[in-house]
């Protein structure tokens, strides 16, 4: 690879002139067009009667309906990119306030295909669903329709999308607002510096106890200051959608979640089950890492903490440099595809002030690129997180020649592509530590995922589930969100932890993202999902790099169970895979307690 490795994407190459492109705003025009052509075309389809007459009305609906939606994510990626890179950037903003305007007209295109989905005949339905052309899309087409049946007529739902754009959407976009006014004072060599919400988030992983208590009290503090906003948004996102889930006759909170992943409740709880069973280890874990820490306790601040002095710092281009050594040894594709992403600036991860926090990848399918955004530190746990990043742009790479419909696979099954690629980089490197004492603290950071995946998020889960059902009875307070926040924690790390996180629903973007609803479970199903392949990627070495790119291929086009089923052999709503993997987890604590005995 080249050095140094540049830091910053390049975003000209798709519209040049950034937020003030005119190349964008002409291709914003032609999306405008292209959808109001889609709409034309689904407003005189007449209801068939043969396989052949549906074939012949729906081709060139579905032809527009794929090259419209390619479109559409093109656009939203590149504003999301403006948006990410300077948070100052206003017009930004204002663009992507644009798209998702397009977007409510898109998904009301998308509500008309579906009612003239529901209403073929069966029989009919099913040849169609047989022809040739349409064989690689059957399954999302036939999702479609099988959902349509569960929604309210067409009008209202197309109705739903567009108010959605300023009152759904907008409460999101509301707490991105409230987000790139967050700062924290931090001084460090003798200067008083106003950290952003990313920055602060990587300060916390200090070695220094004291750092890391002084940044958490402020932190806390100041989304105690922002709380009342952070509440009105996510007390407002939710009211939307249970009045919709309502609207629909849609008991279950969980049904949008799943559905929208692709998978069974029984699946769900399978998950959650193997890991309640298997938190022992982990709080055992948890007590040793505050033994170590000289604390009789572990507080909120000391969970993801490093472990002696091990740490190892990586400039850029040696994290980058030992991604692609530990990918080429599994899978010489997908170091040739990161050896591309480095080069050819697909990467944002320089750090400075203004950027937002957190880590995406995200695709340009006109381009057939991605383009990652993440604040880089140079610490083992940025390198994982630019290995996960990594992942997920190959899940898209090895897509790209398949129909636009069956790209759209779900999060959990997407997570699982980003996590197995941070898994192949952690593991080598623990493997190749140089002395007992950075082996013991890659290993450490390690666990600290296992944590994260098992219990920080479990957390989230059981919070969000919890507000949901009190939401029902009406607005829940910043008090009470609060206390349903440590509730959960204590729950979810079984009262191991001195002190908790209260206002953590405040401060997590995740919460407030409105394009998937319960946006946590997938990351614990793609983690566990993604150990079990990498278990099985050891045992069946080189020959598994071209069953691993079927499988990623298949996510846009079947359920979780019976992707698993097909690909592994594996039934995921019984608790065995699970706790397989679960296993290999737990190998690494063994191995963690045994160093520290």
Not at 48 to 67: K, W
Not at 314 to 329: H, K, P, T, W
Not at 527 to 553: C, P
């Amino acid at each position: 690879m080249q050095h140094p490795l540049p830091q910053t994407w390049n975003l000209e190459r798709f519209f040049p002139g950034g937020s003030r492109s005119a190349e964008f705003a002409g291709f914003m025009e032609g999306l405008h067009s292209d959808i109001s052509m889609l709409v034309n075309l689904l407003g005189d389809l007449p209801v068939p009667d043969s396989a052949e007459a549906v074939q012949a009305s729906l081709m060139p609906v579905l032809d527009l309906l794929q090259s419209s939606g390619k479109k559409l994510r093109e656009a939203d990626s590149f504003t999301a990119c403006l948006s990410a890179e300077n948070q100052a950037d206003k017009q930004a903003v204002i663009l992507s306030g644009q798209v998702r305007s397009m977007g409510a007209a898109y998904a009301s295109a998308l509500t008309r295909l579906d009612d003239y989905l529901t209403r073929i005949e069966d029989g009919i339905w099913n040849v169609f669903l047989d022809q040739p052309p349409i064989q690689a899309i059957a399954y999302p087409l036939e999702e479609r329709r099988a959902l349509a049946a569960e929604k309210l007529p067409p009008e209202q739902e197309a109705l739903i999308n567009e108010l959605a754009v300023d009152g759904y959407h907008g409460w999101g976009e509301l707490y991105n607002t409230t987000v790139s006014k967050f700062r924290v004072p931090f001084e460090e060599k003798g200067a008083v510096m106003e950290l952003t919400a990313g920055q602060a988030a990587n300060k916390m992983h200090s070695p220094d106890r004291t750092v890391r208590e002084t940044l958490f009290r402020r932190w806390e503090s100041k989304w105690g200051e922002h709380a009342e906003y952070c509440a009105d948004a996510l007390n407002h996102l939710a009211g939307f959608r249970l009045k919709l889930y309502e609207r629909r006759g849609w008991q279950e909170i969980h049904k949008e979640p799943l559905a929208v992943n692709r998978m069974s409740k029984e699946t769900l709880d399978a998950m959650w089950g193997v890991i309640e069973r298997s938190k022992d280890i982990f709080v055992q874990y948890l007590e040793r890492k505050a033994k170590l820490l000289g604390v009789e306790k572990l507080s909120w601040f000391d969970v993801e903490a490093p472990v002696g002095r091990g740490s190892k710092h990586y400039s850029y281009d040696e994290g980058a440099a030992l991604i692609v050594e530990q990918f080429r040894r599994f899978s010489p594709k997908l170091a040739d595809f990161a050896v591309k992403a480095f080069e050819n600036q697909w990467i944002e991860a320089e750090d400075r002030p203004g950027k937002r926090p957190g880590g995406f990848c995200t695709s340009f399918p006109i381009a057939e690129e991605t383009r990652i955004f993440m604040t880089y530190a140079g610490t083992a746990s940025n390198v994982s997180t630019l290995a996960h990043e990594l992942g997920h742009g190959y899940h898209q790479h090895v897509m790209n020649d398949l129909p636009a419909l069956a790209q759209e696979y779900a999060m959990n099954v997407a997570e699982t592509a980003s996590t197995f690629a941070e898994m192949v980089v952690s593991d080598a490197a623990v493997k190749g530590a140089a002395t007992e004492e950075e082996r013991l603290t890659l290993l450490e950071d390690k666990i600290q995922r296992s944590v994260a995946f098992y219990m920080n998020i479990h957390a989230r889960f059981l919070f969000e589930t919890a507000f949901y059902e009190e939401r029902r009875a009406g607005l829940v307070s910043v008090e009470r969100l609060n206390e349903l926040m440590v509730k959960a924690q204590r729950q979810a790390f079984r009262d191991a932890l001195d002190e908790y996180h209260p206002h953590f629903w405040a401060s997590k973007l995740h919460f407030y993202i409105t394009e998937v609803p319960f946006y946590n479970f997938p990351y614990t199903f793609g983690y566990l999902f993604s150990t079990g392949l990498y278990a099985e990627a050891l045992q069946r070495g080189a020959a598994f790099e071209e069953q691993y790119i079927a499988l990623l291929r298949d996510t846009g086009r079947m359920t979780v169970e019976a992707l698993a089923e097909k690909h592994l052999g594996v039934d995921l709503r019984k608790p065995d895979f699970w706790q397989q993997a679960m296993d290999v987890t737990v190998k690494d604590v063994e191995e963690f307690l045994r160093l520290t005995e």
